[in-house]
């Protein structure tokens, strides 16, 4: 399986569990609707990661150093993501 092939089977995983999601909130089970909206982010993320850079960069050492590479926005977009949120108000 290619890293194409494998990026399009995570997406794919990734909007079945928002789908899963959605429906949930739908019936007030929030509890599992974040769980499934976590999970389809994981997938989706895992989508990116290979799709940009070939491998989901799972070890902890690695994670993000792909899309670092890959171009100026993409090291932007980690470094938003490793920033703790803003305070809420």
């Known amino acids: 399986m290619t890293a194409l092939d494998e990026a399009r089977a995570?997406?794919?995983?990734?909007?079945e569990f928002l789908t899963a999601?959605?429906?949930?909130?739908?019936?007030?089970?929030?509890?599992?609707?974040?769980?499934?909206?976590?999970?389809?982010?994981?997938?989706a993320k895992d989508a990116t990661c290979l799709r940009l850079t070939g491998t989901t960069g799972?070890?902890?050492?690695?994670?993000?150093?792909?899309?670092d590479r890959t171009s100026?926005?993409?090291a932007e977009a980690i470094g938003r993501c490793r920033r703790p949120p803003p305070a809420s108000r």
Do not use: P
């Open 21 to 43: 999601a959605e429906l949930d909130l739908d019936l007030d089970l929030f509890n599992v609707a974040t769980s499934n909206a976590v999970i389809s982010g994981i997938n």
């Open 58 to 67: 799972k070890s902890g050492a690695a994670r993000g150093r792909g899309l």
């Open 10 to 15: 995570h997406l794919a995983k990734a909007r």
């Open 72 to 74: 100026r926005r993409g």
